[in-house]
């Protein structure tokens, strides 16, 4: 039988702990890190790209000066999109505190609402193509009622799982509810929070066929409790 011997403590004092086998004292389980989807970081960097390609207008020198100067356009912003790619592809996640990098990056952006509405539906889109399969096809099969509620129920756990959001549905509207959203982690103005509107109205387009409006009404940046954004149908003019 292995006796007991004293190990180190937490604050560095000698306490009496078990002795593991071989002689390797026991210790506690690491804290695991928190990490984020891989595809929130890769819209990002994506919808930066994008925004820095030029565009083909026969312009060619011109062109090639903006691939020098435009971050998008640089292998760093490649080699990093490509890792977050296959991660994603995986259904991996990255180090919060990377992601958090990336949404600061493209915050000091004259250009970032841009960035963060077109990143917003980018991720949105990834989202429901790699998770939302099952669910569009048992939609397509139902009553237009039940095919309402399946379609709510895959929003909200692609919310939930994805974007770390709570859907709440109150007839005839949606609202979608963050306590604390890396955007406002980020960035405490509430500039990144575009992110999300974009991503939660795209949720939405792409899995229930909605038409109308998402409008930020609470703000984390404000004050507010937390971010909070319902739905307004569209406008009809006749």
Known sequence: MTPFRPGPARDGSSTPGWAAPGGLSSAPSPVPKPTVAAL????????????????????????????????????????????????????????????LSVIRLVGRRPDAPLVFADAGRRAARYAARTRGRSSRTLARMSSKGLARRITLRNVA???????????????????FKMATPLSIVALQGGEACLFYGSAYLELLRVLTGFEGA????SCRSRGDEACLWRTAPAEVYE
């Open 40 to 99: 929130i970081p890769l819209s990002l960097l994506e919808a930066l790209r994008n925004l820095d390609t030029p565009v083909e207008d026969g312009m060619d020198e011109l062109a090639e000066e903006i691939v020098v100067r435009r971050l998008g356009l640089s292998p760093t912003v490649a080699a990093q999109i490509q890792r977050y790619r296959q991660t994603a592809e995986r259904g991996g996640t990255i180090d919060l505190d990377e992601v």
């Open 157 to 175: 756990r692609l919310a939930r799982t994805i974007f770390d959001g709570e859907l709440n549905s109150n007839p005839p509207g949606v609202e």
């Open 214 to 217: 998402l409008l930020h009404q």
